[in-house]
């Protein structure tokens, strides 16, 4: 679990978002944001970051090593393709003792940020627990937004080699000769990193660069997927079982 480990759980991780700022002008004030899944709270003061644990988390170990990383840009954030350097204006981290339950451990951050952090995320330094921490729920929708148009993009511009990545997953799924149902297989593939809905007929299949099960083809025996590229025709996959997959443009 690295650093695309991370964006990925930040594409698509159920985090519930809280916010909170207080503070004084002789003072820098707090910016504080909460996941209750994992019973995790951030809160951000100056340059320095709190980390603190609810009494009933069960994320992480007391008294090891972590990592909390904040951003005030979470596009660059999403784009990055290695891990940031701490030194970068949007961009803070620092080592920290992961807390004990219903504790709270604070560590100094590289810098300090000079907006509010758009999210932080909380690492185990085993990489076992990995958690992201939105300042606000709009963050998290315009994050998943800019996810999905990357996803669709990329699909779209390697239409056949999308195609054939998802068949080869969706064949791994198959138990005695057959096909998962669509709802399983929409989930399976979009938990692979593939954009991905249904459609009645490959006619529905409408989108550049989502990719579509199309339900009216797709049975126990076969997977059918349509896959609109940058041109905007559509090519269509179709996957039995066993062998290898077929791919026609359509008309």
Known sequence: MGFRHVLSLIAVGA????????GSAAKAPTHSATDKASGLTVSVEGDQVTLKRASSSASGTAGTAGQVSCTTDYSKLVNATAQPAPSLSWYAATLITWPDKA?????TLSHSLTK????CIAQSADQQTSVVMYFGANVKAAIEKQQITKQ???????????LKSAAQAAVTAVASGKFPDVATL????????????TAANAAAATENGTMYIVQ?????KQMVLSLK???G???VLTQKTTGDPKIATAK
């Open 186 to 197: 929409t989930q399976g593939l979009t938990s692979q990193g593939f954009y991905v809905k």
């Open 15 to 22: 985090a519930a978002v809280g916010l909170s700022a207080c």
């Open 116 to 119: 509010t952090p758009d999210l």
């Open 152 to 162: 669709r993009d990329t699909q779209a511009a390697s239409v056949d080699d999308a």
């Open 229 to 231: 590229g940058k041109d």
């Open 103 to 107: 504790k709270s451990t604070t560590a």
């Open 216 to 220: 009216g083809d797709t049975t126990a």
């Open 233 to 235: 025709k559509a090519h």
